[in-house]
């Protein structure tokens, strides 16, 4: 059973920056695809970054690209999510999501597997 939790949310003023993390257990590391997703109040869950664990390829949404950076630690198997540059529109629910599809990691309807979330909260 995979089981994420992520941690590192908070409130910042806006131009500031977040480190989000996202420790993983019960999976086979390698290959798997991670992703960082969030939620707004009133919008649509949102991939905003998303990584394969054993190549180490990323992929990142248009909204957050060039602010934003996703990495991993392969021996204690977290995944990381720097935040940079936030913006207000940045705020929302960050929640960590893993899928075993290995070469398909930015399509975003395979995560199958999800953490509680952790909170972001970006003051302008």
């Known amino acids: 059973q995979v089981q994420l939790v992520e941690s590192g949310g908070g409130s910042v003023q806006a131009g500031g920056s977040l480190k989000l993390s996202c420790a993983a257990s019960?999976?086979?590391?390698?290959?798997?695809?991670m992703g960082w997703f969030r939620q707004a109040p009133g919008k649509e869950r949102e991939g905003v970054a998303f990584?394969?664990?054993?190549?180490?390829?990323?992929y990142y949404a248009n909204s957050v690209k060039g602010r934003v950076t996703i990495s991993r630690d392969s021996v204690t198997y977290t995944v990381y999510l720097q935040l940079n540059s936030l913006k207000p529109e940045d705020a929302g629910m960050y929640y960590c999501?893993?899928?075993?599809?290995?070469?398909?990691?930015?399509?975003?309807?395979?995560?199958?597997?999800w953490g509680q979330g952790t909170q972001v909260t970006v003051s302008s």
């Open positions: 999501a893993a899928h075993g599809g290995g070469d398909i990691c930015h399509e975003t309807q395979w995560y199958n597997y």
């Open positions: 019960g999976w086979p590391y390698r290959g798997i695809c």
């Open positions: 990584m394969n664990a054993g190549s180490g390829s990323t």
